[in-house]
């Protein structure tokens, strides 16, 4: 997990975290219809989180924030001239008994929502929730929700026991949805349709990825008509296609060739000699392209492992071509080193990681990455956090363009599914990275200073909900729209206005000359929040100071 840390004055620029979420209206199905009857309020119990943020929050004035005019003044948890967090609804029932339960160092779990098929899930090793959840209706009573049973882990590799399937909702050109869940050793079942499965869980077409040894499944991406991409540790990437043969669903699996080795690759695949998982390309994430508008019908599939990026072309003809591979690290050491002469000296190892990737608009990719702005480290020394905006050079690779560091450190946690999540609504302006105790919140804009933290006192983020944008191309808003769920505390909402060049909404009448007065703004603007939400039942944002080490504290009090 990680957890951040807001900088000291006159140090130096460094991360943060924090999470947004996409919403959006979709039709529901009828079965999974949300009760919006009731008003009952939701039981927030204490429950164990074994890390807590430091943090703070830009602006200050309360009143002149623009959106989120339909939520209610009791819902609003915190809120400035940029940003307002608002309580959406709490979980169904059955998924907080099982997360109140649940030990998230053995028994770890996710919750997403998909606002395209108009679902919310948590996911545990052997069950996943499904619920109802639309973008904008709020709710006061817990959704019905149905369980699905998760396909079985009998991978033999050490340490994936704990490991958690990947799990999506399918889209066709079917009136209705499925569910798609492919276990960490490959195993995969499929549900037609969703409306119906719950009357009958074992009905499911099944198939199974024959990974090779020590290898397994973590990743999965949607990538429109062209399928589903299952992707494993060490970035075999495997597209399955859900297709009607004589009536009956089946699952067919086709193996991406030209990842590590290249040609080679290719040539093994080609005598049937299967190759050993290549151990140095751990997969860290995948996105792809938006939908193609050309006459090849053309789909991009990008997948980011610890030391390189990939791309491939998809074509509706099922032909899939590695069109681009790039050592992205090298490229991020390369420019850390070169911004940082005064603390990195020659020949010192920043420890870059990337972390994720998405696809943003203008047909850029937006990369976040991890490293030590210090050639001394220890185990207690927090992590430096970098957006860097990356464009794909037509066949040659990728290019650098642009790096934003952020002002937070972060400190990592070991723990199954506690990396930090990069979300971009509607392809930018607004960046949000979701953390399990933190949104951090920024822009996608390179002239864009504007930085901003949601933090929790003690409850855990176990994911976040937003809109896939790239199946409908929309212009830019300067609302991003983030849902992020929490252990204890439900679904949150967070609302974030930008101008076109990135800047927050209304613009600040004033801005400070020097660091030391942007960071009393910024306390000015955590005191008076406090003054408003703090004292507000079940509260889950913290407005804590005691881990604040910039301002001037009494001129933020008086002012």
């Known amino acids: 997990m990680f957890a951040a840390k807001a900088p000291k004055a006159g140090s130096p620029v460094v991360p943060n975290e924090r999470t947004v979420e996409k919403l959006r209206d979709s039709n529901s199905p009828q079965p999974l219809l949300l009760d919006k009857s009731s008003h009952s309020t939701v039981s927030l119990g204490s429950r164990e989180v074994d890390w807590t943020p430091n943090h703070y929050n830009n602006g200050a004035d309360n009143s002149e924030f623009n959106g ?54 948590v996911i545990s090793q052997s069950k996943c929730y499904i619920w109802s959840a639309q973008k904008e209706t709020a709710y006061r009573s817990p959704p019905m929700c149905y369980t699905l049973p998760m396909p079985p882990n009998n991978s033999k590799t050490p340490g994936t026991a704990s490991l958690l399937p990947v799990v999506t909702i399918t889209k066709s050109d079917e009136p209705h949805y499925g569910v798609l869940a492919c276990s960490p050793d490959g195993t995969c079942w499929y549900w037609n349709n969703i409306d119906i499965c719950f009357s009958n869980v074992d009905q499911h077409v099944d198939t199974k990825i024959n990974i090779p040894a020590g290898d397994y499944v973590s990743k999965v991406e949607f990538a429109g008509p062209m399928g589903y991409f299952v992707g494993t540790r060490y970035a ?202 933190a949104v951090i919140i920024s822009s996608t804009l390179p002239d864009s200073t504007f930085e901003d933290l949601v933090p929790l006192k003690t409850d855990r983020i176990i994911g976040s909900g937003y809109e896939d944008w790239k199946q409908h191309v929309q212009e830019s808003a300067s609302i991003s729209e983030l849902t992020f769920i929490c252990r204890s505390s439900g679904r949150l909402g967070i609302h974030l206005q930008l101008d076109e060049k990135g800047h927050p909404l209304p613009l600040t009448a004033t801005s400070p000359e020097n660091e030391k007065e942007e960071m009393t703004a910024q306390l000015q603007a955590k005191l008076e929040q406090a003054v408003f939400f703090s004292g507000k039942k079940h509260n889950p944002i913290s407005f804590d100071l005691a881990h604040y080490d910039g301002g001037d504290l009494n001129v933020a009090s008086l002012n």
């Not at 090849?296 to 899939?320: A, I, P, Q």
């Not at 946690?413 to 990069?422: G, Q, T």
Request: proline share 6%.
């Open 68 to 121: 989120g005019d339909d939520i209610d003044d009791d819902s609003i948890y915190s809120k400035n001239d940029r940003t307002l967090v608002a309580y959406i609804g709490p979980l169904p029932r059955e998924a907080e008994e099982a997360l109140s339960n649940a030990d998230f160092y053995t028994q770890p779990m996710i919750s997403k929502i998909d606002f395209d098929t108009g679902f919310g899930m």
């Open 236 to 437: 075999n990437v495997y597209q399955v296609s859900i297709k009607k043969q004589y009536g009956a669903i089946t699952l067919a699996l086709t193996q991406l060739h030209g990842k590590s080795s290249g040609a080679m690759a290719s040539i093994f695949s080609m005598m049937g000699v299967a190759q050993g998982p290549d151990t140095s390309q751990h997969i860290a994430a995948m996105t792809s392209g938006p939908r193609p508008h050309d006459q090849h019908g053309r789909w991009d599939l990008f997948v980011m492992t610890r030391r390189s990026l990939f791309k491939w072309h998809l074509y509706r003809s099922g032909e899939c071509i590695l069109e681009a591979e790039a050592p992205l690290k090298e490229q991020i050491t390369h420019r850390i080193l070169a911004d940082h002469t005064a603390l990195l000296p020659m020949g010192s190892d920043p420890r870059v990681r990337a972390l994720d990737i998405q696809y943003i608009k203008n047909g850029k990719l937006l990369v976040l990455a991890t490293f030590f702005n210090t050639p001394d480290k220890t185990a207690h020394t927090p992590l430096s956090c970098a957006l860097f905006t990356v464009s794909c050079q037509h066949g040659s690779g990728f290019d650098i363009e642009h790096v934003k560091y952020l002002q937070r450190t972060i400190e990592e946690d070991v723990r199954h599914e506690a990396s930090p999540k990069l979300v971009v609504p509607q392809g930018g302006p607004g960046v949000f990275i979701v953390m399990p105790r």
